[in-house]
């Protein structure tokens, strides 16, 4: 399998709250060849989200603390884009994935380009935060341009088709990944190294791409809302991310999903439960 940014697959988790599709990087995930992941949403930022910039330097410098990373409105942001790294080089590892595909120009994903300035943003030579972190442990990370090369795109697809497995959805904290509300997790560490045999897994959070902060406040179904112990109604952003995962779904053909019980979004009647179990795809909780 291949990591790929969710904005390049269409899902609208930019910046600004939108996404940069890219037909060869969504052929790829048609193909049960790539999911996509977010570090920006890894790392507990919202969506949408204030735009950053690196203040000197690029990703590199970010990771020998010599740096950080401000937002438009002044604040400091380095924390949470460390977090993002960190998180998604764990996927990584959990999964055995050793190639990724990243969004030019990001703060966090730009490999080669990336976003600077000491006063407004601006596009500089060098990586993102999370590609510098990657590349540190030896991981292979392109461009989504280097697809344009029609050589590089079919050797991608042919490399990843020898050992193709049927995709499966599971929750993201499912894999040991702190992204519940309480920026926890939990891991079935044997049932989750079985499915590993049998299936490629494409972990997700409903409740992160519905544009939820991590950490964020405790919510409960109540009459078919998602009431918030704050009483906010918290409908909308959890049906938006169930709608986020189901497009995925159907885009990769999966079938299968394991999602965390418990959850008012993966759990019995949850939202996104709810939305899979209705396009015919088998809901198993974790």
Same mark, same amino acid.
């Given at each position: 399998?291949?990591?790929?940014?969710?904005?390049?697959?269409?899902?609208?988790?930019?910046?600004?709250?939108?996404?940069?599709?890219?037909?060869?990087?969504?052929?790829?995930?048609?193909?049960?060849?790539?999911?996509? !992941?977010?570090?920006? !949403?890894?790392?507990?930022?919202?969506?949408?989200?204030?735009?950053?910039?690196?203040?000197?330097?690029?990703?590199?410098?970010?990771?020998?603390?010599?740096?950080?990373?401000?937002?438009?409105?002044?604040?400091?942001?380095?924390?949470?884009?460390?977090?993002?790294?960190?998180?998604?080089?764990?996927?990584?590892?959990?999964?055995?994935?050793?190639?990724?595909?990243?969004?030019?120009?990001?703060?966090?994903?730009?490999?080669?380009?990336?976003?600077?300035?000491?006063?407004?943003?601006?596009?500089?030579?060098?990586?993102?935060?999370?590609?510098?972190?990657?590349?540190?442990?030896?991981?292979?990370?392109?461009?989504?341009?280097?697809?344009?090369?029609?050589?590089?795109?079919?050797?991608?697809?042919?490399?990843?088709?020898?050992?193709?497995?049927?995709?499966?959805?599971?929750?993201?904290?499912?894999?040991?990944?702190?992204?519940?509300?309480?920026?926890?997790?939990?891991?079935?560490?044997?049932?989750?190294?079985?499915?590993?045999?049998?299936?490629?897994?494409?972990?997700?959070?409903?409740?992160?791409?519905?544009?939820?902060?991590?950490?964020? !406040?405790?919510?409960?179904?109540?009459?078919?809302?998602?009431?918030?112990?704050?009483?906010?109604?918290?409908?909308?952003?959890?049906?938006?991310?169930?709608?986020?995962?189901?497009?995925?779904?159907?885009?990769?053909?999966?079938?299968?999903?394991?999602?965390?019980?418990?959850?008012?979004?993966?759990?019995?009647?949850?939202?996104?439960?709810?939305?899979?179990?209705?396009?015919?795809?088998? !809901?198993?909780?974790?």
């Amino acid at each position: 399998m291949i990591i790929v940014s969710a904005c390049l697959a269409g899902i609208p988790c930019n910046y600004n709250g939108e996404a940069t599709p890219d037909e060869r990087i969504i052929a790829l995930i048609k193909d049960g060849l790539a999911f996509p !992941v977010c570090p920006e !949403v890894l790392g507990g930022l919202t969506i949408s989200r204030s735009r950053t910039r690196i203040v000197e330097g690029d990703g590199h410098i970010i990771l020998e603390r010599k740096s950080g990373l401000v937002t438009a409105d002044g604040r400091d942001v380095t924390k949470q884009f460390l977090k993002g790294a960190e998180l998604t080089l764990k996927v990584l590892r959990l999964l055995g994935i050793d190639t990724v595909v990243f969004k030019q120009d990001s703060p966090s994903c730009g490999c080669g380009r990336t976003l600077g300035g000491l006063l407004e943003p601006v596009r500089i030579k060098g990586d993102g935060v999370t590609t510098a972190f990657l590349k540190k442990d030896g991981i292979s990370v392109f461009p989504e341009e280097s697809l344009a090369d029609d050589k590089f795109f079919e050797g991608l697809r042919i490399k990843h088709s020898k050992d193709k497995k049927e995709p499966v959805l599971i929750s993201m904290c499912g894999l040991g990944i702190p992204c519940q509300y309480r920026a926890r997790s939990f891991l079935r560490k044997g049932f989750v190294a079985k499915l590993k045999e049998k299936y490629a897994l494409c972990p997700l959070c409903p409740e992160q791409f519905g544009g939820m902060p991590t950490p964020r !406040v405790a919510c409960c179904l109540k009459r078919g809302r998602i009431i918030g112990k704050d009483g906010e109604d918290y409908t909308q952003p959890y049906r938006l991310g169930a709608s986020i995962v189901l497009d995925f779904a159907k885009m990769a053909g999966i079938k299968r999903a394991y999602l965390k019980k418990g959850s008012p979004s993966c759990g019995v009647g949850g939202i996104t439960r709810k939305m899979l179990e209705g396009a015919g795809i088998t !809901v198993h909780l974790l």
